[in-house]
């Protein structure tokens, strides 16, 4: 049966144009801020197989992984599927990729993916498939499916932008419409209607990380301190994480959160804090939004701390394009400090406004763009893969986040005896007096927590640290490591009185996963003194969120 297509009809302002412009046409298009430059990393010219990419991450090697998806929206009889999952190598040093491995294909609609623990977790909906290369010859020969049960009904809201958060955990989110229930040796875990998972592969833990009525989430970030924030594409709205992250059960999902910044157009894909030296000094730390339709390019935003969260402010875009079929869904600071940019490239990107099957859907374009500030150098790759230990360790002192990520994420890889060990030796060994070195105590926690392995002498130290930030992320590790410690509630009960409002608010959060009767009546005793502090709209909000899920355990 001939589909039809409705292109040029109703939706003509979301529209692309039919006539693809080349790399070096699409490049004219761009209005990049003063002082930055783009080239073209990559694109299907080149490399064929860069057909539709979604998302990408580099490696320990400094290399570019992306998923590419041509078969989207959805498999269709008598037709192979062949998605894949790409290595691409700028093996000359001049900012463009030279070499392409396909490191995995026959894949279907890879809407996420994050390397880690020797091999790379991908989605392919229901499952969750770990590939692995045994022989290094960077082709998987090894596919495991890591666990089931994600609906599939809906491809573009299905299981999407993955990435590991500080203290080891695999996070990745759902859009609407969906009802998934995934087994585990733990229980069923169920989710419906959007929400955000945290999966633990060490101990296959895995649980509804923020149950909340999202459109369909497509970025998820954790900033230097471990505080994480979620952008909703479909709505374009944006949230501070922790506020809406304590636990709720399967029949209740967290209502009206407010949104962190106040968007003016829709939708968005991907999010990145700029943290690279590359990039000028006063921009640091500001909060970068791809958006995809309408107003394309990459949006940047101020951050400013306001009580326990944060509020941030529109600024000047790093870049945006006239080109109507550039479709940025991703992006992440390079080993290099340069920014990389994740172009779909597509006429349509519409789910619900074309069919699935319209013929101009394209399956054969996808760019990598690079955006980089001349007139200040390059960073030098951090050297991470097969590196020692205790050099590894060393590295978590970098002021970029991207090489702190990386380098956990080495870390995890490696035998847990020796890095427990050399973990004890290197925070013996920091200055006291190095201004960051409450930071390298939160690092080194992170890392036993990437191995499973509690340490409460650790713990306390950062819970007790002269830095709220630190105090503030102790408290989530607190909070995850609450069965394996005899006096959790106790040191809730601490920090829920601390001075800083966001210590309190993870606090608050903590105290929502305590279901046995007597722990849940102590928590909510704990929430409530809490409210004797200051409090404000994040805090309220939470405040009242724990204690209606503690409520069922009192009856």
Not at 242 to 265: E, L, P, W
Not at 305 to 323: A, H, L, M, N, Q
Not at 457 to 476: C, H, I, Q, W, Y
């Amino acid at each position: 049966i001939e589909v039809g297509t409705n292109y040029g009809g109703e939706q003509v302002g979301k529209e692309g144009s039919l006539e693809y412009l080349s790399p070096e046409e699409a490049k004219t298009q761009f209005e990049i801020a003063d002082g930055y430059a783009i080239n073209c990393f990559a694109s299907e010219v080149d490399f064929p197989e860069l057909a539709n990419p979604v998302q990408f991450t580099f490696d320990s090697k400094g290399r570019l992984w992306v998923a590419t998806m041509p078969s989207y929206p959805q498999y269709q009889p008598k037709r192979e599927v062949n998605d894949k999952l790409l290595i691409l190598e700028d093996t000359d040093g001049d900012g463009k990729a030279d070499k392409c491995t396909t490191f995995a294909d026959k894949l279907h609609v890879p809407t996420g993916f994050e390397l880690g623990d020797g091999g790379a977790y991908v989605a392919q909906q229901p499952d969750i498939l770990f590939l692995q290369d045994t022989d290094g010859d960077d082709v998987a020969d090894v596919r495991i499916r890591r666990s089931c049960g994600y609906d599939s009904a809906d491809s573009h809201h299905s299981i999407s932008a993955f990435t590991w958060g500080p203290g080891g955990a695999l996070y990745y989110q759902e859009g609407t419409f969906h009802h998934t229930q995934v087994e585990t040796p733990y229980g069923a875990v169920r989710c419906k209607n959007a929400g955000v998972y945290r999966y633990e592969p060490l101990s296959e833990k895995l649980d509804v990380f923020v149950s909340y009525g999202f459109a369909n989430p497509w970025g998820h970030i954790f900033d230097k301190w471990g505080q994480n924030f979620v952008a909703d594409a479909s709505g374009g709205a944006n949230y501070f994480g922790t506020a809406f992250s304590g636990h709720v059960g399967y029949d209740r999902k967290h209502r009206g959160m407010k949104q962190f910044i106040q968007k003016r157009f829709r939708p968005t894909a991907g999010c990145e804090f700029v943290s690279s030296p590359h990039f000028p000094d006063e921009i640091q730390g500001n909060f970068l939004l791809n958006n995809c339709i309408g107003e394309q390019g990459v949006y940047q935003h101020t951050m400013t701390e306001e009580g326990s969260g944060f509020v941030g402010t529109e600024i000047e875009p790093i870049v945006r394009s006239k080109d109507r079929n550039f479709r940025p869904v991703d992006l992440q600071f390079g080993p290099d400090g340069a920014l990389y940019v994740c172009d779909w490239q597509n006429a349509l990107v519409g789910h619900m406004q074309h069919s699935i099957r319209d013929p101009n859907r394209d399956h054969t374009h996808g760019r990598i763009w690079r955006v980089t500030y001349p007139s200040r150098p390059l960073q030098q790759p951090a050297k991470i893969s097969g590196e020692s230990i205790p050099a590894l360790l060393e590295l978590l002192k970098a002021s970029e986040d991207r090489v702190r990520y990386r380098v956990r994420r080495e870390l995890r890889e490696r035998n847990s005896d020796e890095v427990v060990a050399a973990v004890k030796k290197w925070t013996a060994s920091l200055d006291k007096a190095d201004p960051d070195v409450e930071h390298h105590l939160l690092e080194a926690l992170w890392v036993l927590q990437h191995h499973n392995r509690v340490d409460t002498e650790l713990l306390n130290r950062v819970l007790t640290s002269s830095e709220p930030k630190a105090r503030a992320a102790g408290t989530r590790v607190l909070c995850y490591w609450r069965d394996r410690m005899d006096n959790t509630l106790d040191l809730l009960a601490k920090l829920a009185q601390d001075e800083h409002p966001r210590v309190r608010l993870e606090a608050i959060r903590a105290c929502s996963f305590f279901s046995n009767p007597e722990d849940a009546i102590r928590a909510a005793e704990i929430v409530l003194s809490a409210e004797d502090k200051p409090m404000d709209d994040y805090l309220t909000y939470t405040s009242k969120e724990t204690l209606d899920t503690l409520d069922k355990f009192l009856q």
